[in-house]
């Protein structure tokens, strides 16, 4: 079983994929996508400031303007997953585009905090569903070889908003202009819908919908380098027992498909529950106890310890996820992860124990630079693992009959998980403290180690059809081993 899954059925798949501008404009779309997530995530932070002041919006009020946007993702991302498999990817991404613009435009006019939390709640929505519309996209759209990084490129556009949001804030928090640091997220929505609207739709969308002729004109034009009728006779071999328009949610939660949901769900449970979002919150509290001072240096120190570390790291992945495999790059992110997380949990003890009444005058103790470096590392350990990769292989492992709604489910248990994290993070540290907070980000992160390990198989240099055979062994990474493959 192993040796089958392991050699490519199509020879179009072992042709070296050519890089002509319909598929740059697919890596367009992913981008764009990607930068709507991140800017909305990193600008909210420098923006909350001039809201509480226009508003008098007390501290109940700015916790849920800051984290409603993630309920709304949280529904997008469900309501994405039937939508991309009724109407299509491509009208999916473009409905994103449109929620998202009208939230930004509400977000920067809103005359008062219940229009802003509307206006939260509208970005939420479309950034859920094109955090399930576009990955799902380039996977369906990219050749094999470059699938991992097409999808990873995805996250390397988040980090890219979050950073471009940081430096947005940079600029303009003195000013008060919280207003044009919101509505400014509307011009990457607009820039998608304009390059989305040419886009064909998937060749295995338009299959799934008995397309295919449209199936093949789509496949020549974003490559052409294949033979395009060949492969969709692949396609249409690998979901001849497929009905799209049958498909139901309780498919998903089948036992045919209880081994790649499995491992879907339990990705995007532990890309959150390892603490990423709690970090990034936190940052600067974390900086001020290096010894920054002032909240203009914990800014900067955010930016570009925090902003600019993970775009680079994020490269890694984009540009390795290929060539090193999925399984590789998880393993070694969460090593650097549960090092730096534990070190942080010393580290705090020791900042707790120790007599911090001259903190911030007299520069960064011993305790704040390991604790700054060991926040970096866990950084770039995230972003060439657990960020970007996760999303390769959820987008990977699902059947093309479900893969809408199985992504859309991981997606939202993905969110959901990130707002459980942000919303009790602060009652986690006011009950356990610091130190011990860390230690349990730690462990989760030495959990995620062993449970890859076990049971996350290596899906690169496979089409998305051989990835289906995997399922079909009992244990599909001891197969693998005994296969040599892994």
């Known amino acids: 079983m192993g040796d089958d899954v392991t050699t490519p059925t199509s020879t179009a798949t072992n042709k070296k994929p050519k890089m002509g501008i319909w598929l740059l404009l697919v890596g367009a779309v992913i981008m764009l996508s990607g930068l709507l997530f991140g ?54 991404i473009l409905l994103a585009a449109v929620l998202f613009t009208i939230g930004a435009l509400f977000e920067a006019l809103a005359p008062n905090t219940t229009v802003l939390i509307i206006g939260r709640l509208i970005v939420g929505f479309g950034v859920g569903v094109a955090s399930v519309a576009a990955p799902l996209y380039a996977a369906e759209q990219a050749p094999t070889r470059l699938r991992g990084r097409f999808v990873s490129t995805y996250q390397l556009a988040i980090t890219i908003g979050i950073f471009i949001a940081y430096l947005v804030d940079q600029a303009l928090i003195n000013n008060d202009m919280w207003r044009v640091m919101l509505g400014v997220s509307a011009v990457p929505a607009v820039l998608l819908f304009i390059v989305m609207f040419p886009m064909p739709d998937s060749p295995r969308w338009f ?129 650097g992860m549960a090092s730096a997380l534990l070190t942080v949990g010393v580290s705090f003890h020791f900042m707790e124990n120790a007599d911090t009444s001259g903190a911030g005058t007299g520069g960064p103790t011993t305790a704040g630079i390991i604790t700054l470096v060991a926040l970096v590392v866990f950084i770039a350990s995230f972003a060439f693992s657990l960020g970007p990769v996760v999303w390769t292989v959820i987008n990977e492992i699902f059947p093309n009959r479900v893969r809408g709604r199985a992504v859309a489910l991981a997606t939202a248990v993905n969110w959901g998980s990130a707002w459980l994290v942000s919303q009790f993070f602060l009652t986690l540290i006011e009950t356990i403290g ?20 076990k049971t996350v198989p290596e899906t690169k240099g496979r089409s998305l059809e051989e990835i289906q055979q995997i399922w079909e062994d009992d244990d599909p990474v001891q197969a693998q081993r005994d296969a040599g493959t892994l």
């Open 39 to 92: 800017y909305d995530q990193g600008v909210i932070a420098g923006a909350l400031g001039g809201i509480q002041k226009s508003f008098g919006a007390s501290t109940t009020m700015i916790q849920i303007i800051t984290s409603w946007v993630t309920l709304g993702a949280l529904v997008g991302a469900l309501v994405a997953g039937v939508l991309a498999d009724k109407v299509g990817r491509r009208v999916t």
């Open 207 to 335: 299959v799934k919908v008995g397309r295919r002729d449209d199936a093949i004109k789509a496949l020549s034009k974003v490559r052409p380098d294949v033979d395009a009728a060949a492969e969709v006779a692949e396609i249409e071999k690998a979901a001849q027992e497929d009905d799209a328009d049958k498909a139901t949610w309780a498919e998903v939660f089948s036992k045919k498909l209880r081994k790649p949901l499995m491992i879907g769900v339990g990705l995007a449970v532990f890309q959150q529950i390892t603490g990423i979002n709690a970090i990034i919150y936190y940052a600067n509290k974390i900086f001020a106890q290096a010894g920054f001072s002032t909240p203009e240096d914990q800014a900067a120190a955010t930016t570009w310890a925090i902003g600019a570390v993970n775009v680079l790291a994020t490269l890694i992945a984009v540009v390795y996820v290929d060539r090193f495999g999925r399984r590789p790059l998880l393993l070694a992110g969460l090593v």
């Open 434 to 453: 610091n130190s011990a907070t860390f230690y349990l980000f730690g462990f989760f992160a030495v959990v995620a180690y062993v449970w890859i390990w």
